[in-house]
């Protein structure tokens, strides 16, 4: 059984002087115990969730008019089967979207036929900007190929070498598992220095990981050596083809009907941690505890291992809009959206419909005030999307480390920081790890807005954003700027300066209702 919440959701605990938690169980223990909460429907649009994780069952989000497995489209909403949410990227016979490739790489296969080994001087000038773009992303494609396989092949490299001696050290050691104690004793007692030579150099790798054992960095080796295979053999592949078990037109911009109601597809480790962080179940005593206590988890499929595509992002959002959700988390992003305006469309349809929209700020590094991000917290016209709260990621320490070293920022277009790293919650099989990003940030902060809505039902998208913003807790801390060796203000990296925090939110929300109940 994993370890107690306590012990390792960090993000739930007080602020202090040293560390930047949220707040949460201190806001239940004292804001809350004698209020009755409503439930709200919270979407996650990402890669898929575990149903049957023993942490999510119970809050999982249940469509009232549809019976599950008689393959009838009972509610008439255009969906057969679609009892716990949607799935935009599986075909009708029940295969499923793994990986995809990226924009750039799709933007490359589009623009190829029609520029490639032409002259730019010779083209028209409508032309022109679409033959700069096939320039670059032919030059980041390229880059990318080189950059990914070298890697790919050098972890396999590393991979097969670090396992083959553990493996022959396990075996001269007589031991099932090598852990720092075990190592250090071999380091010890063993004369041979071919063998203590491997010791040693593990022992360095361990202290270097800060691992416990060997088993760790295996599992390490192992994901990173997927993801890089990922991204050298599908991403960046422009002759790989993902999206054909989908059976749609990926160009028909007004096609809805298309997908099927497996909300898990075959990989739904991102989704199920997300979903965990905003709503595992509070009351079972296992595993981890969300953020909210009275939320149903609607789960929309539409990001793959790749880059999501335009037009199911925007279904993904109406499909959670016209089903009851009141909030939607979005821990995904891209450098490239094609088909915006039909994100667009979306993004106003949820606003028409009071929907509170919260996403990602992304993992790069880099300033989106200036660099693209997509969804983007704008409009093409550059004004500001009213129901859009953009989030950075932040760390443990009050120190230089506050904001974590991959989180984008960005004074005008990120609104609020929240934990993003090291955060513990609910993966597939009923376990339990930590992962990093802002998509774990981004969770965080919906489970804020979960709790403001529910336990204040009368709170309208536009109040939970002002209060979410406005209760943040602002930090002054100098932090090196991600990708950079920049000391800066923390409170320079956005827009509010700080980080959420769930206690003075309530604080807030409480007065408010106080204030307007004299009003009366």
Same mark, same amino acid.
Request: hydrophobic share 35%; charged share 25%; net charge neutral.
């Given at each position: 059984?994993? +370890?107690?919440?306590?012990?390792? =959701?960090?993000?739930?605990?007080?602020?202090?002087?040293?560390?930047?938690?949220?707040?949460?169980?201190?806001?239940?223990?004292?804001?809350?115990?004698?209020?009755?909460?409503?439930?709200?429907?919270?979407?996650?649009?990402?890669?898929?969730?575990?149903?049957?994780?023993?942490?999510?069952?119970?809050?999982?989000?249940?469509?009232? !008019?549809?019976?599950?497995?008689?393959? !009838?489209?009972?509610?008439?909403?255009?969906?057969?089967?679609?009892?716990?949410?949607?799935?935009?990227? *599986?075909?009708?016979? *029940?295969?499923?979207?793994?990986?995809?490739?990226?924009?750039?790489?799709?933007?490359?296969?589009?623009?190829?036929?029609?520029?490639?080994?032409?002259?730019?001087?010779?083209?028209?000038?409508? =032309?022109?900007?679409?033959?700069?773009?096939?320039?670059?992303?032919?030059?980041?494609?390229?880059?990318?190929?080189?950059?990914?396989?070298?890697?790919? =092949? *050098?972890?396999?490299?590393?991979?097969?070498?670090?396992?083959? +001696?553990?493996?022959?050290?396990?075996?001269?050691?007589?031991? $099932?598992?090598?852990?720092?104690?075990?190592?250090?004793?071999?380091?010890?007692?063993?004369?041979?220095?071919?063998?203590?030579?491997?010791?040693?150099?593990?022992?360095?790798?361990?202290?270097?990981?800060?691992?416990?054992?060997?088993?760790?960095?295996?599992? &390490?080796?192992?994901?990173?050596?997927? =993801?890089?295979?990922?991204?050298?053999?599908?991403?960046?592949?422009?002759?790989?083809?993902?999206?054909?078990?989908?059976?749609?037109?990926?160009?028909?911009?007004?096609?809805?009907?298309?997908?099927?109601?497996?909300?898990?597809?075959?990989?739904?480790?991102?989704?199920?941690?997300?979903?965990?962080?905003?709503?595992?179940?509070? $009351?079972?005593?296992?595993?981890?505890?969300?953020?909210?206590?009275?939320?149903?988890?609607?789960?929309?499929?539409?990001?793959? #291992?790749?880059?999501?595509?335009?037009?199911?992002?925007?279904?993904?959002?109406?499909?959670?809009? #016209?089903?009851?959700?009141?909030?939607?988390?979005?821990?995904?992003?891209?450098?490239?959206?094609?088909?915006?305006?039909?994100?667009?469309?979306?993004?106003?349809?949820?606003?028409?419909?009071?929907?509170?929209?919260?996403?990602?700020?992304?993992?790069?590094?880099?300033?989106?005030?200036?660099?693209?991000?997509?969804?983007?917290?704008?409009?093409?016209?550059?004004?500001?999307?009213?129901?859009?709260?953009?989030?950075?990621?932040?760390?443990?320490?009050?120190?230089?480390?506050?904001?974590?070293?991959? @989180?984008?920022?960005?004074?005008?277009?990120?609104?609020?920081?929240?934990?993003? !790293?090291?955060?513990?919650?609910?993966?597939?099989?009923?376990?339990?790890?930590?992962?990093?990003? $802002? @998509?774990?940030?981004?969770?965080?902060?919906?489970?804020?807005?979960?709790?403001?809505?529910?336990?204040?039902?009368?709170?309208?998208?536009?109040?939970?954003?002002?209060?979410?913003?406005?209760?943040?807790?602002?930090? @002054?801390?100098?932090?090196?700027?991600?990708?950079?060796?920049?000391?800066?203000?923390?409170?320079?990296? @956005? !827009? $509010?300066?700080?980080?959420?925090?769930?206690?003075?939110?309530?604080?807030?929300?409480?007065? &408010?209702?106080?204030?307007?109940?004299?009003?009366?």
């Amino acid at each position: 059984m994993a +370890a107690s919440a306590q012990e390792t =959701q960090w993000y739930l605990q007080d602020k202090t002087d040293n560390t930047a938690g949220i707040s949460v169980e201190r806001t239940y223990r004292e804001l809350l115990k004698d209020r009755k909460p409503t439930p709200v429907v919270v979407a996650v649009i990402d890669g898929g969730i575990d149903t049957t994780h023993e942490d999510l069952r119970r809050v999982l989000w249940v469509n009232p !008019k549809e019976i599950a497995g008689n393959g !009838k489209d009972d509610d008439k909403n255009g969906y057969v089967d679609d009892v716990h949410g949607w799935n935009f990227i *599986g075909g009708k016979d *029940g295969r499923n979207v793994n990986y995809e490739t990226a924009e750039v790489t799709r933007l490359y296969v589009q623009l190829k036929p029609k520029y490639e080994g032409k002259d730019r001087k010779t083209l028209k000038p409508d =032309q022109q900007k679409e033959y700069d773009l096939y320039v670059k992303t032919k030059a980041e494609l390229e880059k990318n190929q080189s950059q990914y396989k070298a890697q790919y =092949q *050098g972890i396999g490299q590393f991979y097969t070498q670090f396992s083959t +001696a553990v493996a022959n050290l396990k075996k001269v050691l007589n031991v $099932t598992k090598l852990d720092t104690l075990t190592l250090r004793k071999a380091a010890d007692t063993l004369t041979n220095a071919s063998l203590k030579r491997p010791v040693l150099g593990i022992l360095q790798i361990l202290g270097q990981q800060g691992a416990a054992d060997t088993d760790v960095i295996m599992s &390490e080796l192992e994901k990173a050596n997927e =993801q890089l295979k990922a991204r050298a053999e599908y991403n960046y592949n422009p002759e790989f083809d993902g999206r054909s078990v989908v059976g749609d037109n990926p160009n028909d911009m007004n096609q809805r009907d298309y997908g099927n109601a497996d909300i898990a597809g075959s990989r739904p480790d991102h989704g199920t941690h997300v979903a965990g962080i905003i709503g595992a179940d509070r $009351t079972n005593n296992l595993g981890v505890k969300g953020v909210s206590d009275a939320v149903q988890i609607m789960g929309v499929r539409a990001v793959p #291992d790749g880059d999501e595509r335009d037009k199911d992002v925007a279904n993904a959002i109406r499909y959670a809009v #016209d089903n009851g959700a009141q909030i939607i988390n979005m821990s995904f992003g891209k450098d490239y959206s094609p088909q915006r305006s039909v994100v667009e469309d979306a993004e106003r349809y949820a606003l028409s419909k009071g929907v509170l929209m919260v996403h990602a700020a992304g993992n790069d590094g880099k300033d989106i005030d200036t660099a693209a991000n997509y969804p983007a917290p704008r409009f093409i016209d550059g004004s500001a999307i009213p129901n859009v709260i953009t989030v950075g990621a932040s760390a443990l320490p009050n120190t230089s480390d506050l904001v974590a070293s991959f @989180s984008n920022y960005g004074k005008q277009n990120v609104d609020v920081f929240a934990p993003g !790293k090291d955060i513990y919650s609910t993966v597939p099989g009923s376990k339990y790890e930590n992962n990093s990003g $802002t @998509s774990m940030a981004s969770p965080v902060v919906a489970g804020v807005a979960a709790v403001l809505k529910s336990y204040f039902p009368k709170l309208t998208y536009a109040d939970i954003k002002r209060i979410i913003m406005q209760s943040a807790t602002p930090y @002054s801390t100098k932090v090196t700027r991600p990708e950079s060796t920049d000391m800066v203000a923390f409170n320079t990296l @956005s !827009k $509010t300066g700080g980080i959420v925090n769930l206690y003075d939110a309530v604080k807030m929300a409480l007065a &408010e209702e106080a204030a307007s109940g004299k009003a009366k």
